[in-house]
Nanobody, 126 residues
Framework: QVHVVESGGGLVQAGGSLRLSCAAS????????MGWFRQPPGKEREFVAA????????YYADSVKGRFTISRDVAKNTVYLQMDSLKPEDTAVYYC???????????????????WGQGTQVTVSS
């Protein structure tokens, strides 16, 4: 079992930045990919970004490419999502998730993820 807890959400003006953190605990000796998803108000949960176990491979949704950066500190079992040039359409609850996977794999599909956090609210005002 792996537990993931997000932090760092909040209210920011358009054009601003936020950094989300996701701390994993529990059975962290196995390899697992990590990802961020978000759920805007009234919409389905969607993929944002993902990173491999070793942190050397990553993938982004087109809507955030060039603005968001995912990174990973393996020693701290923590994943970060740096969000720059935020737009009102980035407003959503952001979820961190962990997927049991081979070390180089990047999981981008929601069903691939086994463990989910409770989410953190990000609100971008215009």
């Amino acid at each position: 079992q792996v537990h993931v807890v997000e932090s760092g959400g909040g209210l920011v003006q358009a054009g601003g930045s936020l950094r989300l953190s996701c701390a994993a605990s529990g059975r962290t000796s196995i390899s697992y990919a990590m990802g961020w998803f978000r759920q805007p108000p009234g919409k389905e949960r969607e993929f944002v970004a993902a990173i491999s176990w070793g942190g050397d491979s990553s993938y982004y949704a087109d809507s955030v490419k060039g603005r968001f950066t995912i990174s990973r500190d393996v020693a701290k079992n923590t994943v970060y999502l740096q969000m720059d040039s935020l737009k009102p359409e980035d407003t959503a609850v952001y979820y961190c998730a962990a997927a049991r996977a081979l070390s180089a794999y990047v999981a981008v599909r929601r069903y691939e993820y086994d463990y989910w956090g409770q989410g953190t609210q990000v609100t971008v005002s215009s």
